[in-house]
């Protein structure tokens, strides 16, 4: 199974849980399976939100969501903060 780790600041809108465990085809299917799938995608099922990144085994992957997810996987969300 891969492994899906959150940021502090994700996991608290996921009932405080940072790790997840998925059996997902495809590393956006993993991420959309999250229960804040709503808080890392645009609104109707859209893009992947511009301010998060996501890595899969150290890698960048944001370009590449539908690029299958090996089951031994370890993936990384990360929220980056921006204001003014």
Known sequence: MAVIRLPAIL???AGGQRE???DAATLEAALRDLPIADLLFEPGGGDL???VNVY???RDARSD???PL???AEVRVVA???GG
Do not use: C, N
């Open 56 to 58: 899969v085994d150290g």
């Open 20 to 22: 997840f465990t998925t």
């Open 11 to 13: 996991a608290r809108e």
């Open 49 to 51: 939100r511009r301010l």
């Open 80 to 82: 980056a903060v921006a």
């Open 70 to 72: 090996p089951q031994d």
């Open 65 to 67: 969501l539908g690029a």
